[in-house]
């Protein structure tokens, strides 16, 4: 028979191989010390899910910092600006995607995402949109030797055909529907961001973005990675927050409660629609 190897740090386990429910341990789960696939991912995973709803993302958001309450919030969103979603595809997003576990479609970042994109498509200031896809089978990408190894942990015992990658990190359904023509989509290339080896900031720059609007997944990772670079490189960015996802739904309220404190302010995408109108 064709088995798979799980293993964490007190057992292995082998258990029969099903290429439909074979699932990759998020790339975030590698952060905690977890090594290779764990038996347990699935279940924990839909355990998980279960115990959170859209509601509860919101709930997740955090009061304005300080420093964001002087500001004009709406007069923000008047300037030229740009929404940048990260990582919201098939592997996050479909039973069969290689982070299936994490079973975000059974939460709330997906709809927010699309009440938010549909909101900044009406405003004549949002002149750049980039869907930036983040794969997690990673072969033929340039690596450091720490790179290589996490990489290759990512998909270990994952059987995924050529094709069956490209679908992978393809934009979700949903979010393809969104798209439009002169609209970026490319890959995230380095570890956490956009902003390195990408053609991002050429297009932030040709077309004078001060404000970049981001919705995506992991808020604790690429999310919060983002926002950091676009704040170093000049820009002003927002993170609507139930736009945004992270591996388990407990970690959310920190990771937006950090990115409020000290790099963005954290709104929901009904507060973006309705400053959008105020700033209409």
């Known amino acids: 028979m064709d088995y798979v190897q799980f293993r964490n740090r007190t057992a292995t386990l082998s258990i029969r ?38 509601a509860d993302e919101v ?17 923000i969103l008047r300037k ?23 079973r975000h479609w059974e939460r709330g970042s997906l709809p927010a995402t699309v009440k938010a994109a ?51 990190n393809e934009l ?8 439009r023509p002169g609209d970026l989509e490319f890959n995230e290339l380095a570890l956490q961001t956009a902003f390195v080896g990408t053609q991002l900031l050429l297009e932030l720059s040709r077309k004078r973005i001060e404000v970049i609007v981001l919705t995506g997944i992991h808020t604790d990772w690429c999310i919060e990675g983002n926002a950091r670079a676009a704040r170093d490189n000049g820009y002003l960015p927002i993170v609507i927050g139930d736009a945004t996802g992270t591996q388990k739904p407990e970690q959310l309220a920190p990771a ?11 709104i929901s995408s009904d507060t973006f629609v309705k400053l959008l109108s105020q700033a209409a």
């Open 118 to 168: 549909n909101a900044a498509r009406k405003a004549a200031n949002f002149v750049s949109f980039s869907w930036v896809g983040y794969a997690v089978f990673r072969e033929s990408y340039p690596q450091s030797e720490f790179d290589k190894v996490q990489y290759e942990t990512w998909v270990e015992g994952l059987d995924f055909s050529p094709e069956k990658k490209k679908a992978d």
């Open 256 to 266: 937006l409660q950090r990115i409020n404190n000290f790099f963005a302010p954290v």
């Open 172 to 179: 979700v359904d949903e979010l393809r529907a969104l798209v």
């Open 59 to 75: 709930a997740a958001i955090p009061e304005l910092a300080p420093q964001w309450k002087k500001l004009d919030l709406a007069g």
């Open 17 to 54: 191989k099903d290429p439909v429910m074979t699932i990759v341990t998020s790339r975030r789960n590698l952060l905690e010390g977890s090594v290779g696939l764990l038996a347990a991912s699935a279940l924990a995973g839909a355990t998980a899910a279960a115990a959170a709803t859209p």
């Open 80 to 102: 030229r600006a740009a929404f940048v979603s990260v990582s919201q595809n098939n592997s996050l997003y479909r039973p069969w995607g290689a982070q299936a576990a994490e």
